[in-house]
């Protein structure tokens, strides 16, 4: 009989197989929005039955990649939400400037568009060559996009529309040139990335930071794993360090929350201050 539509219990089937098998843990990412990306992608790849999708997932590697790259959300741009980027160059800048060596950390950074606007404001700020950004995601594939330092020549005009609204002062064409239909950023800007895989759910702190950027990447998952993302930042960044979260994602309720202190400027940035 031909399946149409993934059940619960078979997703609980297919989440077990990925973790024995890849290590990769999805168990805690919040159920409606991943059981809706399974099923879309069952759907998309004409699956006749769920048997037929679990053992292609289970034997091969390559549709494993697919599958991780799928159900990960990968939307992203250059300054996105302007308004965190002014908050950025105006609040946290020049406290890291004070720093001798400066370590910032995006976590679930997916193809890299805000690592790389992050470059931008250190650039301008006259801070990159004393820093490190390190960009990491569960998905390898996103990585490698990161790592080429290409995005669609067709965004460019909104990524300059959003710089500008940064406070961004230069001519924003000046940090890529036009590659056939690829707009290539600057290897100045890519020589202070390191880019790793890095798995929220499972992986430890590596390294102590004074900025984390964690955006729009907490909104798929439940509250136990919200939670364990936090203690993990949390670990992960010097005292006074800064939290930057994405637009509907909240600090409060967490077990951390008490150690953080929210700027005062409407944005989601929080300082540890314990």
Known sequence: MENTYIHDHEIDILLNDVVSLYGYDFSEYARASLGRRINRLFALDKFPSFAEFRYKIRTDADYFSRFVEEITVNVTEMFRDPSFYKALREEVLPVLATHPFIRIWHAGCSTGEEVFSMAILLQEANLLHKSLLYATDINPKVLEKLRTGMFPLSQMKQYSENYIASGGKEDFSKYYTANYERARFDASLSKSIIVSTHNLVSDRSF????????????????????????????????????????????????????????????????????
């Open 207 to 274: 390294n102590e930071f004074q900025l984390i950027v964690c955006r729009n990447v907490l909104i798929y998952f439940d509250r136990p794993l919200k939670d364990k993302a936090f203690v993990l930042f949390d670990e992960s960044l010097e005292k006074l360090g800064f939290l930057a979260l994405g637009s509907k994602e909240n600090l409060k309720f967490s077990p951390v929350a008490h150690k953080f202190r929210q700027l005062d400027n409407k944005q989601k940035i929080w300082r540890k201050i314990e």
